[in-house]
């Protein structure tokens, strides 16, 4: 939404080429005064730094507005920003303020394209950063919306919480429901953010929450892992989700700032695609800052280009910054119906779930548990028409497909009924322990974490997975797994997924766009195989043209198995 007023930048302009900035000098007021500010040029370049605030915010819905004096003119700007900027005021000094939305002329093009590869210099330089997600609904604050954390930083135990007892007798913890306790839950699974109308909390509060809760169940000490059991896997998942991303984007805070080593773009891209942006553009404009990569050089942000056009540019220079190792190319989004783009971009206009993106991560960071090529990773070869050309050796063909695990399932009991129906068609009337390690192996993508408090992932062993809980988790309940060893690998593997079988007998998770026909390939030097889809065969040692829906596990394959069948059948294979 551009700001409604005419000649309020012209009068004006800034200069392109340099790093001016403008900032809107905000007057002192009650929340009930109007906003009230006037804008004022700024150099970035200046010494000592000029000091000035930022605001973060959601745009929000265009259609509510509200309206601002700004230079003595009367415009119309977001409501979530007057809202922000009503309690971000003094009332007793003007505050310097930089808000996109008013200190950038959204209707010049060139303007915008110039200030938008600024804005992570804007934020690091800035004195302090506001971050509003908005105003809480009339009626529905009861208490402190940030009680939860608090309760950690404290330095408090989960069995602290209000109605935890534990039956001595009995050897189990019992939760007696109350009203302090569910109050405290309901508010942060609702109504929590960082600056919440009227209640703030500073963001070390929510690092340190997320490290201090995290002892209590994850530490040498596992002091509460008994009294955690009480909440429900749906409430666990809710806490564990939302804290995993404060920690997440301290990590690219920590880039930004010179503090950590720069880490590669498609991460960054994959970390806040969760976002909504009203231009698909933004998805990639506002984090160049986080592109160091020699690849990117020359990428400039460029609000005339067609959106398949940037993400196409974007993509494959993701792919050369990889060095051809192909972990772009992990996750969901690909086979896009949006015209003009290849199935082998990612389509990162569609804000992903949070649930997704946390699991898809963790696929990343694990990756290195596998090694399904035992050949060295190649650069691709693009044609005349943008096309990779890769080289890879076919595996298998999927024969069927089972249902699909939501990212935000809880319930799991008629999945993996489905699933365990095309496991026993595969395995047929085998060995029942067989079948039990064979469908939990999979389901955990093969995976098991220490138990020594360390929270290292490793490959499972046939003694990792438990008899005792085999029922309990065909009923569809997940916490029959002890979720400190094989809830998280459980939880990376088959979210978002789906088993798959194939001609040859083997199994796997794959993504819900795959479908019978369809073939797994392992591409050369990639640790996990990916599944495609035919469009034109090729003669022996031709090039065939195929549509990439993305990464897979297959069980029987992911350690190289292929062996001297990889080297010797690798062919061409072209992505369109």
């Not at 819905?61 to 003119?73: D, H, P, R, V, Y």
């Not at 402190?144 to 930083?153: G, K, S």
């Not at 438990?466 to 029959?480: F, Q, S, Y």
């Amino acid at each position: 939404m551009a700001i409604k007023s005419d000649n309020l930048y012209t009068a004006r302009s800034l200069p392109l080429g340099t790093k001016q900035i403008r900032v809107s000098h905000t007057k002192a007021g009650d929340e009930s005064d109007q906003i009230q500010g006037t804008l004022r040029h700024l150099n970035l370049d200046t010494q000592p730094p000029p000091q000035y605030e930022c605001v973060s915010y959601v745009w929000g819905n265009s259609e509510l507005a509200k309206s601002a004096t700004i230079n003595e003119k009367n415009v119309i700007i977001q409501k979530n920003l007057y809202d922000a900027l009503r309690y971000i005021r003094s009332k007793t000094k003007r505050v310097v303020i930089w808000a996109d939305a008013i200190c950038i002329n959204q209707s010049d093009v060139d303007e915008k394209s110039y200030q938008v590869a600024l804005m992570a210099e804007i934020y690091r330089q800035c004195s302090k950063v506001h971050i509003w997600l908005g105003m809480p609904k009339p009626g529905s604050l009861t208490g402190n919306p940030f009680e939860f954390l608090e309760h950690f930083v404290k330095g408090k135990h989960y069995y602290d919480f209000p109605g935890l007892h534990r039956d001595n007798l009995a050897g189990c913890w019992t939760w007696k429901e109350n009203e302090a306790c569910s109050n405290i839950l309901k508010r942060f699974y609702s109504e929590i953010s960082v600056m919440f109308g009227t209640w703030t909390i500073k963001w070390d509060y929510i690092l340190k929450s997320n490290r201090m809760k995290n002892r209590h169940t994850d530490g040498p000490e596992q002091c509460c892992k008994e009294a955690v059991n009480v909440f429900t896997p749906h409430e666990i998942s809710s806490i564990n989700e939302w804290m995993w991303h404060p920690g997440r984007g301290q990590r690219f805070m920590d880039v930004l700032r010179g503090d950590s080593s720069p880490t590669w773009f498609y991460q960054a891209i994959l970390a806040f695609s969760s976002r909504h942006c009203l231009d698909p553009r933004d998805k990639i404009y506002s984090m160049l800052s986080l592109a160091t990569h020699p690849s990117y050089q020359g990428f400039r942000p460029n609000y005339q280009e067609d959106v398949s056009i940037v993400y196409i540019d974007i993509f494959t220079r993701m792919v050369c910054e990889t060095d051809g190792n192909f972990t772009c190319f992990m996750g969901g989004g690909f086979g896009s119906l949006m015209a003009g783009l290849p199935s082998w971009v990612r389509d990162l206009s569609q804000a992903r779930p949070l649930g997704v993106v946390a699991v898809e991560e963790r696929r990343i960071l694990y990756v290195t548990l596998y090694q399904a090529s035992i050949t060295q990773p190649l650069q691709p070869v693009w044609n005349e028409k943008r096309e990779p050309h890769y080289r890879g050796t076919y595996a298998e063909t999927v024969k069927a497909v089972g249902l699909h695990v939501a990212a935000d399932d809880t319930v799991f009991r008629e999945v993996f009924g489905s699933w365990l129906g095309l496991c026993m068609e595969v395995m047929g009337t085998c060995d029942p322990r067989m079948l039990r390690i064979t469908f939990l192996r999979i389901i955990c993508g093969d995976v098991c974490k220490t138990l020594n408090g360390s929270a290292v992932f490793r490959r499972a062993k046939e003694t990792d997975f438990p008899e005792d809980a085999w029922d309990r988790l065909i009923d569809g309940d997940i916490t029959a797994l002890d979720p400190r060893a094989y809830g998280w690998g459980l939880n990376f593997a088959v979210r978002g997924r789906c088993l798959f079988t194939t001609y040859s007998g083997k199994m796997g998770l794959c993504y819900p766009n795959t479908l019978p026909g369809d073939e797994v390939w392992v591409m050369s030097g990639i640790r996990v195989p990916f599944v495609v889809r035919p469009l034109e065969q090729a003669d022996a040692g031709c090039a065939g043209k195929y549509s990439f829906l993305g990464d897979c596990f297959l069980d029987g394959i992911m350690d190289g198995e292929l062996g001297e069948t990889e080297r010797s059948m690798s062919r061409p294979i072209i992505m369109i």
